[in-house]
């Protein structure tokens, strides 16, 4: 074995020239503040003496709570980064009227890329996906997941995806065939490199993850229901839960074929995808698209629960409409897998073909208007309370119909045909996911922080950015709707047509105020991080709230409830609160068994990370390192029976009747009054 040999069997393709300095200057500033931002972190922890203190509370917790923590924190790291490619790519195209701009086409391409990529697998994912984590199983008086360590698992897996994609930003480059990964530009002779192997081990360990994920939610709203929580006795959150679970179930497989078998066209030389030797694109296409479609409603179905969640109790009555809710979350679901062809209405398949789909994709408005109609109708007469949640969602169902009349135009292949691959479609799934479900997440963040940490966010930078990230959604989308029917083709990186400017401009400045929205964000957090004792609401109810989530403590213990409740009614915890019995001590208490701590399922992330990168970079005594350990972390816990441990009725008691006591104790205020700062935590209706 020569020098040669012995470098490629240890290092693969990976070079001194592939880390920093980069090719540009912003590049290179990019993969800094990804170096510093870790060794900040790890400084921190290290100053602080929290690495002990991280390990046994936080990364080594099977708590569905902890776990959806984590993953919200994941998304919101996500989120930055996405936030400021997209500014970037707004400052090119403003900039590069007749000039060059900012970034070479390269740079533009990975960044499209990368935004979309992040967006959809690394933001909008894993903040749903923490959200139902944490508020479901409460909301069904569950004591945890049916599952916790695959629920570990999976978070773990979607870091470990996320964690790569990050280190592309410092080693490498990542892809540049945008976030569908269409062959076969993707295929080796058209996109040598690492960079499309990145996207295509990034994006199937986040599938894997959030699979189990979709398997854990779907098991534990059928198994761990609390005694009379019937189906129809479910809140409107668990009932999207339940749906978006059945489409990660049905939906993300395909994907994570597709990527397999690209990942095979690309390695071994096989022909699934490629233009000769029998391959066939359209494959592709059919496999992405049949989990893309779904992966919409995947996405938005959890933001519908929680819009119905805030209106209804920032507007102080029972959901106009439950059942009707209901079976339009189903139909949504179902119709979801019919359209998936609309993709591709220029690809040539016959007329009635696309009649066919165009007419099913159409029919989705029909259920999507029962919602909107359902949630006006609870606003309604209702005693509206205009806090930065609720005026989340009223930018929303501005935001969202317009949205929605687009997609209908969409939907008639003629017009798609005219507007294809335009600026028109970006202007119109940007309306749909933004203020569906980006504005959805944030306003699930806001209504249930107090939970989740005992303090309420400060409101006023709340309602700071509110303002700027509506008045930026408008600036930044609308003028592209514009620039579409004017005829600019998306992942456009230089323009030669002047008259676009004004727009590209309006746009460029709209991008500057989510930037904005996002710093107000990150402000409020540490506002109300540094004033928690006044904004602390112990008792667990700040928002007079309807469903069982609200019926313990903030923060709730671990086993979430000292005894399981029976559910009599579809809004539980208002029917206990009218019957006087909210804060009633159970007349005994048992024994509770909970799962122990283990670090296996941080381990196999870690292993999955290792495996990912080394396929990455050809490392082949690493991938399959990396492949048997993470193979190994699953047979090690398959030997151990000692994963539970029990938390005596004594304690449980002790912990109980304090907070029972403190919360019979505690003034109520009235909810017009929840902002105040006598709210501990006991909002109720006046009077």
């Known amino acids: 074995m020569n020098t040669h040999d012995l470098t490629y069997w240890l290092f693969g393709n990976l070079r001194w020239s592939d880390f920093p300095p980069k090719s540009d200057l912003i590049a290179t500033g990019a993969a800094s503040l990804v170096i510093l931002g870790a060794l900040g972190v790890v400084v921190l922890l290290t100053v602080t003496r929290r690495w002990r203190w991280l390990w046994s509370e936080w990364l080594t917790s099977l708590d569905h709570k902890k776990i959806g923590i984590m993953y919200i924190v994941i998304a919101f790291v996500m989120l930055a980064r996405a936030v400021v490619e997209a500014a970037l790519m707004r400052t090119q195209q403003a900039v590069a009227i007749n000039a060059p701009g900012v970034v070479s086409p390269e740079h533009f391409a990975q960044l499209f890329t990368t935004h979309g990529s992040v967006m959809i697998f690394f933001m909008a994912m894993p903040f749903l996906s923490g959200i139902i984590n944490y508020v479901m199983p409460l909301q069904i008086g569950a004591r945890d997941l049916t599952f916790p360590f695959m629920n570990a698992v999976g978070l773990w897996l979607t870091g470990a995806g996320a964690a790569l994609v990050m280190v592309s930003l410092v080693i490498g480059k990542f892809s540049i065939g945008g976030w569908s990964g269409y062959p076969p530009f993707t295929e080796l002779p058209f996109s040598p490199g690492e960079g499309v192997d990145y996207w295509i081990w990034a994006v199937t360990l986040s599938s894997l993850g959030t699979t189990l994920t979709g398997i854990n939610f779907a098991v534990t709203l059928y198994k761990e229901r609390a005694p009379g929580m019937r189906l129809f006795r479910l809140p409107l959150f668990a009932w999207t839960s339940l749906c978006t679970a059945i489409l990660m179930i049905f939906a993300m497989p395909p994907l994570t074929v597709a990527t397999a078998l690209l990942a095979l066209d690309r390695y071994a030389g096989f022909h699934f995808f490629t233009n000769d030797l029998g391959g066939n694109m359209m494959n592709y296409a059919n496999l992405f698209w049949l989990f893309g479609h779904p992966e919409v409603y995947i996405l938005i179905l959890p933001a519908f629960g929680i819009w119905s969640e805030v209106i209804s109790t920032f507007s102080g009555k029972r959901l106009y409409g439950y059942k009707s809710m209901v079976f339009a979350v189903m139909c949504i679901a179902v119709l979801s897998f019919t359209v998936w062809l609309h993709h591709f209405f ?155 400017a004004p727009w590209l401009w309006t746009a460029w400045g709209g991008a500057g105020l989510i930037v904005c929205g996002l710093g107000a964000l990150i402000v409020q957090l540490i506002v109300s991080i540094r004033r928690r004792e006044a904004l602390a609401v112990p008792v667990g109810d700040p928002w007079d709230g309807h469903s069982l989530e609200w019926w313990t403590s903030s923060p709730p213990p671990e086993y979430n409830f000292a005894v399981l409740p029976k559910i009599e009614e579809t809004e539980a915890f208002t029917a206990m609160k009218r019957r006087g019995r909210a804060y009633e001590s159970p007349e005994d208490y048992a024994d509770i068994t909970m799962p122990k701590h283990t670090g296996l399922p941080v381990m196999i992330g870690a292993a999955g990370f290792v495996c990912a990168f080394a396929l990455t970079w050809h490392i082949w005594w690493a991938a399959a390192l990396g492949l048997l350990a993470m193979w190994g972390g699953v047979v090690a816990r398959s030997f151990r029976s000692d994963f539970e441990h029990v938390i005596p009725a004594a304690q449980i008691e002790r912990e109980n009747e304090a907070w029972l006591a403190r919360a019979r104790a505690t003034t109520p205020v009235d909810r017009f009054a929840e902002l105040d700062p006598a709210n501990r935590g006991k909002a109720v209706e006046r009077q």
Request: aromatic share 18%; charged share 10%.
């Open 346 to 500: 220029t690809m040539g398949q016959s007329a009635n073909v696309n009649a066919v789909f165009g007419i099913a994709t159409m029919l989705i408005g029909i259920p999507t208007g029962v919602k909107v109609y359902d949630w006006l109708l609870t606003m309604y007469g209702g005693r509206l309370r205009l806090t930065a949640p609720m005026l989340f969602a009223v930018t929303f169902l501005f935001c969202f119909v317009l949205g929605g009349l687009s997609g209908i135009i969409l939907a008639n292949p003629p017009v798609d045909f005219s507007v294809h691959n335009s600026l028109f479609l970006v202007a119109h799934f940007h309306n749909m996911l933004i203020p569906g479900t980006l504005f959805g997440m944030i306003a699930g963040y806001m209504f249930w922080f107090p939970k989740a940490f005992g303090f309420r966010l400060e409101e006023t930078w709340g309602r700071i950015a509110w303002g700027c990230w509506s008045a930026g959604f408008l600036l930044a989308f609308l003028p592209l709707y514009m620039l579409g029917l004017f005829g600019m083709m998306r992942r456009t990186a230089e323009t030669f047509r002047a008259e676009y």
